[in-house]
């Protein structure tokens, strides 16, 4: 009952904010029919849609799964999108300088890499500071994901990783190392099903990690008490910097499958803020990583539903913004009113008490 509730009550959420969403584009001027009709059909119309929906909510998933486990260890892993930008970074450089490696071990490595670089650039200072000195892991994150954004940007404007003669962006990754792209059906999206794969174990290992080992055990222990934790012999210290590496894993392997999947180069803006939606797609989820694909589906066809939106209502692409908004506003009022529901009824049940005495 707790699981099916768990799943009804972000679905009624987000069921509500397109009902409001409709109130709004219909005060606008716009019909809701058409523009939700297009919406749908930009989203799963055809192949090629489809395959661009699922292409682009992979990284939501993937990042999403690294909030999750930052939220269930009781931590807001808020730098995501620089993680994110640091793993695809480091995926890229290691792609175009290693061309020797066969091409199987050339694109493991650059997928190690991207993980590696976005766990030690959530774990080192966010969560070394968080573990020993105290820093809230909000503002450390936050600001670690600035300068790692800054950071990639400076590389490819003017720095050493800009391509000699073009526009902002690196040198291409060896071919070898690209995934290739699945056409039968999804005709020009770039649908891979190595990141698709990727995906679906990377969820697996999630689950796994979180609800049938002992690690897991202990990260969630710390997430609900950390007093109660420290008193059952769990090293909370450890263990919060385990949690932010581990957050920060999983948005550096989104990174570089975005880059061994669909840019192949390093490009200025290439993000589209994954790290920050991917915090909307974990809180939806209610931190549960099957949870996430649903949600991160949903995100996906609100991007490329948007798009399509747009183009054919003339409706401001900033609406999909404004849904985003509301989904975020009643999955916040979905947790909060429980407990006011509870708090009026103890309040009830203690005024009975008190009359009948």
Known sequence: MKSLRSILLPMGASLLAMIIG??????????????????????????????NTITASLPLIIVGL?????????LFNIG?????????????????????????LHMIVCIVVGMVAGALWAGIIPGLTKAYVGSHEVITTMMMSY?????????????????????????????NTQFPYFTQGLMQSQLSLVAVAIAVVAVIAVWFLLYK?????????????QRAARYAGINVKLFTVVALCLSGLFAGLA?????????HRLLDGFSSNYGYTAIVVSLLARNNPIGVIIAGLFFGA?????????????????????LTGLIIFFVACERIIPQIIGWYRRRRTLKSTTVAS
């Open 22 to 51: 409709g109130i709004l584009v219909a005060a606008l001027g716009y019909n809701p029919v058409t523009v939700y009709g297009s919406l749908i059909s930009g989203a799963f119309g055809n192949g090629i849609n489809i395959g």
């Open 66 to 74: 690294g909030i999750a486990i930052s939220f269930q260890s009781g």
């Open 80 to 104: 995501a999108d620089g993680q994110y930008w640091i793993g695809a970074t480091a995926a890229v450089w290691f792609g175009y300088h290693f061309n020797s490696l066969p091409g199987w």
């Open 147 to 175: 300068i790692g954004i800054l950071l990639a940007r400076y590389l490819i404007e003017g720095g050493p990783m800009q391509q000699k003669g073009f526009n902002p962006q690196s040198p291409e990754i060896a071919q």
């Open 213 to 225: 080992t002992t690690l897991g055990y202990q990260l969630r222990t710390v997430g609900l008490n």
């Open 255 to 263: 990174g570089a499958v975005q880059m061994l999947g669909v840019d």
């Open 302 to 322: 609100l991007t490329t539903g948007g798009q399509n939106m747009q183009m054919v209502s003339n409706v401001p692409a900033a609406l999909t913004d404004v």
